[in-house]
């Protein structure tokens, strides 16, 4: 009977665990770069505040506009 050690050292077991470890990278990057593209939505929303503001809209029409918090609002403000 195999034990876990010897077990590692089939060709098999190397095989699917560097398929796993590639799998892996794949899905790290994809979350990655969901992530990146959420964050620069995000970020890109709170860089239009100040300018929306000085157009003379309030608080609450720039939450509404960009799908924001009226908190997320008057923090991008200051």
């Not at 899905?27 to 969901?34: K, N, Y």
């Not at 929306?52 to 029409?61: K, N, P």
Request: charged fraction near 20%.
């Amino acid at each position: 009977m195999f034990g876990l050690s010897e077990l590692k050292q089939t060709r098999f077991y190397q095989e699917a665990f560097q398929e796993g470890v590639e799998q892996g990278k794949v899905q790290g990057i994809e979350q990655g770069i969901e992530q990146g593209k959420v964050q620069g939505i995000e970020q890109g929303k709170l860089r239009a505040v100040p300018a929306m503001l000085a157009a003379g809209l309030t608080v609450e029409q720039v939450a509404q506009a960009l799908d924001l918090s009226v908190e997320q609002v008057r923090q991008a403000a200051q």
